[in-house]
């Protein structure tokens, strides 16, 4: 019998403005192998959200005895609020051969990267930083307060793109999906991964 291949572990960043999520909401409708990993947080949910789609919403209490108990692969304090990435669901996942996407920030990139060294990390940029400007301006939710905060922390994260595998330019959200796509078909051929394959007909 053929031994199968572990999904991969995918960490998609991308600062506040970039589009991850709707490139990622671009990639669900297609028929690829993805799972996403439904994080824990501490922050109120917003209207549209639902729990235990958009993440396990949860208080600060409940969120500090899971620490504790090694519930998570990662897990950072942003802003004011925790968030986690749950580790058992991921296992499971990735055993089973599915890929699991990772949608968090980068200083949780950094600590799966420590776990799961052979992850593939992937950071969406926005074409320009005048079209980042325009998209946190276009939202029409930011006060001016809100928008710098959000500028500046999106320059901030941009600088750590150097830590990624893979940067994706998301000018056209179908365009930036094909790319992901085109990642994630390479890195599922690479020998290190086909080894348990090749092996079998040996
Ligand atoms: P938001 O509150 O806008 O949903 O998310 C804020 C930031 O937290 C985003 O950059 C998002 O990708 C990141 N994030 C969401 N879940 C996790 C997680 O489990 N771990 C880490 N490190 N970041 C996360």
């Known amino acids: 019998m053929v031994s199968k291949n572990k999904g991969l572990i995918i960490v998609f960043s991308g600062p506040s403005g970039s589009g991850k999520d709707t490139v990622l ?25 639902v729990d235990g789609v958009d993440y396990f919403f949860t208080d600060v209490e409940t969120f500090e005895k899971n ?12 802003g004011s609020n925790y968030y986690g990435t749950p580790k058992k669901r991921i296992e499971e996942l ?15 990139a950094g600590n799966v990267r420590k776990v799961f060294p052979e992850c593939v990390s992937i950071f969406v940029i926005p074409p320009s930083m005048e079209e980042l400007e325009s998209r946190l301006k ?27 595998d893979y940067i994706v330019v998301n000018d056209s959200v179908s365009l930036c ?6 990642i994630i078909e390479a890195e599922t051929h690479k ?12």
């Open 25 to 49: 909401a671009e990639l669900k409708k297609r028929d690829i192998n993805m799972q996403q990993s439904i994080s824990v947080t501490t922050r109120d949910m917003r209207e549209g959200e």
């Open 67 to 78: 620490i504790t108990e090694g519930y998570f692969l990662e897990y950072v304090k942003y």
């Open 94 to 108: 990735t055993d089973g051969g599915s890929n699991v996407f990772l949608k968090i920030e980068v200083e949780g």
């Open 138 to 164: 276009g939202r029409g939710t930011e006060t001016d307060e809100t928008f710098n905060k959000r500028f500046a922390t999106a320059k901030e994260e941009i600088k750590r793109a150097c830590e990624y």
């Open 177 to 182: 999906a094909d790319k992901v796509c085109s």
């Open 191 to 202: 020998f290190s991964r086909m080894k348990a394959l090749v092996d079998d007909m040996n």
